[in-house]
């Protein structure tokens, strides 16, 4: 991958070329543009916005006591419909919106939509603002591109900024979260932060999902300077860091996008494209270019300003068609006749190019919950162009099997092993994300069979084959310590269940499952190649046993075991490629990781006797609800 990025240009006033590229919609950095434009020196600021069909448009801000007669705007001569003034009393720091006078002579109060910086919710106003800051990560972007690469160990925690951690009940600031999230995420070995959406948003119940600031971090936490020491910081321990990013839709809220000049500009007029039934939102215009551009520019500005490693691309399957969450009659097909949003197929697409251009040593991620093509293939071949995609069926299937009684785990075989059918058809990550502990859906835990120690059982053993199964793992804050009240975003996480020995035990158990995936390339090497695993034995459903190989590029392998019943499988042979002694390299029952300490005493020799089409076999006491990791010693 190459490390060269765009050059991140001084901001000038939009222009002919501007122009051109905006109603083509391939403008990719329109926050350069419009918005509010600081001049260096103190002498006022720009303001740029796009209002085509407003009959007259002002500034009203702190500077000009909010009066509409002071700063009116200009509509440029040309057919763009930006609206521009300079302001030259505006100052850092100081409140303003736009008051749009819609040709029906409507009177709206709008925030900037390229705003840097939002007012403290629930004020709704822009702030003057301008991005300076000293970085201090040059190392960490010298070596992303490996760190980012498709051949990396990649362990993720999610995490909502409000709720991890609280001092005095209130949420950490952007600094006071970099330090205590980089020593947590450090100590786990996790290496990559994924943020809920920290695009600026009215409702704090919305955990971000509703934006109405596609450039602004979320003043809640601070500055965008404290975001982007945030930022800063994790680089400086070594953790890449991933926004979720929301380009599917956005609320009706007075101040924000929707029906922005009077008429509805950023999203459709017709609610059967326009409206989001299950989030109760608007839905942006794809086919409008200018809409394009905007959604381009937000992408790649936090890749520019904020060193952003990787953007989580939220619902997309949303995106892609247009009978999503609609029954028959609410929806309009496509000039073929079809369920698919070309207009957002064509706009991913460029989302796509649009970054691995500028920025190859960065990623995007869909999170796309159907069987959709080629979503992680390219673009000239007809993909969609993205790095990776979440693998929602495999979430869906393992914890669906895991819920089952172990008794009648037999009848479900199935559905633990046919992730494998599909593994490279796309790019996975193994999503155990914030959806699956909310909205009564419980804990991870919570969710396991049985009695305490068997749920706490379960759930290391889930972990262990997630983080051997092929793809980058996703987990969200609270399941790396099996916190066994369902998340809410008000508070925070249950820390205090970290002193009793079960739950602290799980939470050993993913650091020293991210140190095997960092440390083993068999692990991660090929995650996305069918070169990486073999299956050992997928069969035994009676006894509700997995094995199957992980491998290295140049040969090495490391089997994993999975026994899914509370019964040891003693004398339980699995063939092996090679002969010699296997080592333990992880058990999910050692003690440590608060299980029962069943196990091979660390080390089994291989014996010379067929199994599985192998030569030699491993003869393996099978713990109880547990998966081992075993690896051949280089000299045998």
Request: aromatic residues 12%.
């Amino acid at each position: 991958m190459s490390t060269q990025h765009a050059a991140i240009a001084t901001p000038e006033s939009f222009g002919e070329t501007d122009a051109y590229l905006f109603r083509e919609g391939t403008h990719a950095r329109l926050y350069q543009r419009l918005g509010c434009l600081l001049k260096v020196g103190g002498e006022g600021a720009t303001f740029g916005v796009w209002a085509p069909n407003a009959a007259a448009v002002s500034v009203i801000g702190d500077w000009n006591g909010w009066n509409e007669e002071t700063d009116p705007m200009q509509p440029r001569p040309d057919s763009t419909g930006i609206w521009q003034v300079h302001c030259e009393h505006a100052r850092r720091g100081q409140a303003y919106k736009y008051r749009i006078r819609a040709k029906t002579g409507a009177v709206l109060e709008k925030a900037d939509p390229l705003a840097f910086l939002a007012e403290l919710p629930p004020a709704t106003a822009s702030r003057v603002w301008s991005l300076d800051y000293a970085w201090q990560d040059a190392d960490w972007m010298a070596r992303r591109a490996a760190a980012n690469a498709l051949e990396a160990p990649m362990s993720t925690y999610e995490v909502h900024a409000g709720s991890w951690r609280r001092k005095d009940g209130e949420p950490l600031n952007w600094r006071e979260l970099a330090h205590a999230l980089a020593d947590y995420a450090s100590t786990l070995g996790f290496t990559h932060v994924e943020l809920m959406p920290v695009t600026e948003h009215p409702f704090y119940g919305s955990w971000g999902y509703q934006t109405t600031g596609y450039f602004a971090p979320t003043s809640r936490y601070g500055t965008p300077q404290d975001f982007m020491y945030f930022v800063d910081h994790l680089h400086q321990r070594g953790i890449g860091v991933v926004l979720d990013w929301v380009p599917s839709h956005f609320p009706s809220d007075a101040h924000g996008l929707a029906h922005f000049d009077g008429t509805q500009l950023y999203e459709h007029a017709d609610p059967r494209q326009g409206f989001h039934p299950e989030w109760n939102s608007a839905i942006f215009n794809y086919g409008r270019h200018e809409v394009r551009s905007f959604l381009i520019s937000s992408a790649l500005f936090w890749l520019d300003h904020y060193h952003v490693d990787g953007l989580r691309v939220d619902a997309v399957a949303s995106m892609l068609y247009l009978d999503y969450a609609r029954r028959q009659g609410e929806w309009i097909p496509n000039r073929h006749g079809g369920r698919e949003n070309l207009e957002a197929i064509d706009f991913l697409q460029e989302l796509n190019r649009a970054v691995y251009r500028d920025y190859p040593d960065t990623f995007t991620v869909a999170e796309e919950s159907t069987a959709w093509p080629k979503v992680t293939r390219p673009t000239d071949m007809g993909g969609l162009g993205f790095g990776m995609k979440w693998n929602m069926g495999w979430m869906h299937d393992t914890l669906a099997y895991l819920r089952e009684d172990p008794i009648n785990r037999r009848y479900h075989h199935d559905r633990l092993t046919f992730s494998m059918v599909y593994a490279f058809h796309e790019n996975f990550v193994l999503p155990l994300s914030h959806d699956e502990v909310v909205y009564g859906k419980g804990s991870l835990i919570g969710k396991m069979p049985g009695d305490s120690w068997q749920q706490f059982a379960n759930l290391r053993l889930l972990l262990a084959y997630m983080w051997a199964h092929p793809g980058k793992k996703l987990l969200f804050m609270g399941g790396e310590f099996a916190q066994r009240r369902e998340w809410t975003h008000e508070g925070e996480l249950e820390w205090w269940v970290t002193e009793q020995l079960e739950h602290r035990g799980v939470q050993h158990l993913v650091g020293e499952l991210n140190k095997a995936l960092r440390s083993e390339p068999a692990l991660h090497q090929l995650d996305f190649s069918g070169e990486g695993f073999e299956w050992v034995d997928a069969n035994d459903r009676d006894n509700s046993v997995i094995a199957f190989l992980r491998k290295s590029r140049d040969g090495e392998s490391v089997l994993v075991a999975c026994n899914l019943t509370p019964v040891p499988r003693q004398n339980h042979c699995l063939g092996v490629p090679r002969g010699g002694t296997w080592h333990e390299i992880l058990n999910s029952d050692a003690q440590a990781f608060g299980g029962a300490g069943w196990g091979n005493l660390g080390a089994v020799r291989a014996a010379p006797l067929a199994a599985h089409g192998k030569r030699h076999a491993l003869c393996l006491t099978l713990p109880p609800l547990a998966t081992l990791y075993l690896k051949r010693d280089a000299d045998g």
